[in-house]
């Protein structure tokens, strides 16, 4: 058995160490320095996507017993992937300083640290609490308070990383100006599908779950919780719900300005506007959905 503490000691480790062998590569290549902290970023965020979504999988699957089953990744994958969390608050600070230094953006003066940190906090406050508490509550309730209980839900929660992949995907066709390709589209469907199955409809196939093993209907479910658990429930749905209807929006958008014969060609991006700045269509979810053109669901971090 690994000692105490090696997992989050690996994830210090392995997260920001990913980041600066990326971007140390693709500097290699000879990728401009913004490009190249930004798709270091990208990298790193699907990459722990990816093996959460593993490891939850895994989870999920060895554990036949909702309640009591108990798979060992689910006391390790936690500690290693918290700092994940810290590092990409930072990760995200250093996409939104490098965006300003893009193509079309150089002749800007950059802007002092504290005016770049005030501008990051308005701008993605939301991504910044949702890491926070990530750290803060998220963390200590899955390595701590479950008291090995519960491995089968910690599971499927994990695997709601699974539409990250897409986010980041659709982040790099955007800085790289291909948000009206056949590839953005598709890799939108593919984000729509996933987030809807890992992060929206998640919630009542664990109630349902839950009801299976004790023999309760789906509505009978949330009588027989304590109030804390469905009001923790309903505190992980509603962001959900409301990027999953930011998704939807944008979806729809596409939709309607593709099947319109009359409507005249998407503008491409004016070369001083950066992907990433706020429009009407621009919003904000886990893993850095937001808008950008096309589908209007990508943003950042």
Known sequence: MAPPGSALAAGLLFFPGLFLLGRAALRRLRCPEPHAAILAA???????????????Y??????????????WLAGTYPQFAV??????????????????????????????????????????????????????????????????????FLGCLLMAELSTPFVCLGKVLILYK????????????????????????????????????????????????????????????APQLYWFALICRG??????SSSSSSSPPPAPLSPRMDPDTPTPTHHQHPGGVGGGGGWGIYGAP
Not at 58 to 71: F, G, K, L, M, N
Not at 99 to 122: C, D, F, N, T
Not at 251 to 256: I, K, Q, S, T, V
Request: net charge positive; glycine share 6%.
């Open 178 to 237: 291909r948000q009206h390709t056949v590839l953005h589209k598709l890799n939108g469907v593919a984000l729509l599908v996933t987030f809807l199955l890992c992060r929206v409809l998640l919630f009542p196939y664990l109630y349902w779950a839950y009801g299976r093993q004790r023999g309760l209907s789906l509505l009978q479910v949330p009588g027989a919780l304590p109030p804390v658990y469905n009001a923790a429930a309903a505190a992980l749905l």
């Open 58 to 71: 895994i989870i999920s699957s060895s554990c036949h017993h909702v309640i009591d089953d108990q798979h």
């Open 251 to 256: 979806a729809w958008r596409l939709f309607r």
């Open 83 to 152: 700092p994940y969390f810290i590092y990409d608050v930072y990760a995200m600070f250093l996409c939104h300083w490098h965006r300003g230094r893009v193509k079309g953006h150089e002749v800007a003066p950059p802007p002092s640290l504290r005016a770049a940190a005030g501008a990051y906090l308005r701008k993605d406050m939301l991504m910044v609490l949702h890491h926070a508490a990530m750290v803060l509550v998220c963390f200590p309730v899955a390595a701590l308070w479950r008291q090995g209980k519960g491995d089968f």
């Open 42 to 56: 990208r990298l790193v965020s699907s990459v722990q996507a990816v093996m959460a979504s593993t490891a939850g």
